[in-house]
């Protein structure tokens, strides 16, 4: 269940139920990638990063719902260890990044936004690598391969379990 604070912001004020996603709203997208992080019994900073995951656009998902130069507006409303995650999910070229450091004891990535190194914790990267997880699932697609990665990981057994069971009903997955 998603507070009604957060569906009041994202539906009336951003507008998300207008705007398509991989088949449906924008909003509809956002709430299945929340509703996957708390089933896995993550905590709430962490499903409330997954429900605004993309609200200033990403890599691959260009319309922006929220600007950017406005994020304190988003950290007042989900806290700032929520909004960080969300700014570092949308201005980095993910996946690919993200599964790039998995392992690695340092953790420097670019930020395209503000054109500079961005430094993360192996845990900030643990976390993104969960709210990956569920953003790829929840859409239904993603290759196997980083899939396979993302479940060799370090995010919840029960995000790895989704993902198993993910990849056994897809078998067409390159």
């Excluded at 009041?8 to 998300?16: D, G, I, P, S, V």
């Excluded at 950017?68 to 570092?88: C, Q, S, T, W």
């Excluded at 054109?115 to 993603?142: C, F, K, M, V, Y």
Aim: proline share 3%; charged share 20%.
């Amino acid at each position: 269940m998603v507070e009604e604070r957060y569906r009041a912001f994202l539906t009336e004020h951003l507008r998300a139920e207008e705007v398509r996603h991989t088949g449906r709203s924008f909003f509809g997208h956002l709430k299945g990638v929340h509703d996957l992080l708390r089933d896995w019994g993550n905590p709430e900073f962490i499903c409330l990063a997954g429900l605004f995951h993309s609200v200033y656009g990403t890599w691959h998902f260009q319309h922006k719902a929220f600007p950017i130069a406005k994020r304190n507006v988003v950290a007042d409303l989900i806290g700032k260890e929520a909004e960080f995650l969300v700014y570092v999910f949308c201005v980095t070229e993910r996946p690919k990044v993200f599964l790039a450091h998995i392992g690695r004891p340092e953790i420097s990535i670019h930020d395209h936004y503000a054109n500079t190194p961005l430094h993360l914790s192996r845990s900030d990267l643990d976390n993104l690598l969960e709210i990956e997880a569920a953003n790829l699932i929840e859409q239904g697609g993603a290759s196997r391969q980083s899939l396979q990665r993302l479940q060799a990981a370090r995010i919840s057994a029960a995000g790895k379990a989704c993902i198993s069971m993910h990849l056994e009903n897809s078998p067409s997955l390159q």
